[in-house]
């Protein structure tokens, strides 16, 4: 829809000798797609407000985000424990549905950009806190083929 299709190499390490493993995914990062204005829509059905439009302008920005983060494998962020740390650093006014305890459970560390959240094992970047899921379901509705999601051996430290 907006943009090409673009090939993610995805590296995580497997087996018992910690040997490393690339994945190639190809997938067009502009369908990964966060926000649904029907479900705000539900709550305000009264409201003369289009925020269809408003919502395509941010997933417009998190694509421009999503291109920028690093891709594939991070190994600095195998370990839970420092995954979690790195949430000391967001921003007071960024409030979020999910506990850092279960995003870093996920797989997710904090990028030091606006919201955004990124899998160490697939590279997977998160803006938006879903309401209705728990970051590992997300995770899985919008990256099912995470190495670390399918509780594949990562390399993944708690």
């Not at 829809?1 to 018992?16: A, D, F, K, N, Y």
């Not at 995954?83 to 506990?99: G, Y």
């Not at 728990?134 to 899985?140: N, Q, T, Y």
Request: glycine share 6%.
């Amino acid at each position: 829809v907006h943009g090409g299709r673009q090939l993610i190499s995805t590296v995580c390490e497997s087996g018992p000798g910690n040997s490393m493993a690339a994945q190639e995914t190809s997938t067009d990062i502009s369908n990964i797609s966060e926000l649904d204005s029907t479900y705000i829509e539900g709550f305000y059905p009264q409201a003369n407000f289009n925020f269809s439009k408003i919502m395509e302008e941010m997933e417009l920005e998190y694509r421009q985000i999503r291109k920028q983060q690093r891709r594939g494998f991070n190994p600095t962020m195998r370990n839970e424990a420092k995954r979690l740390k790195t949430f000391l650093s967001l921003p007071n006014d960024c409030k979020s549905a999910w506990a850092p305890s279960e995003m870093a459970a996920a797989g997710f560390y904090y990028t030091s950009v606006k919201t955004a959240i990124q899998c160490f094992c697939c590279g997977l970047v998160l803006l938006a806190r879903s309401l209705e899921r728990s970051p590992f379901v997300e995770h899985k509705k919008l990256w099912s083929s995470c190495k670390f999601i399918l509780g594949e051996e990562v390399g993944n430290i708690c």
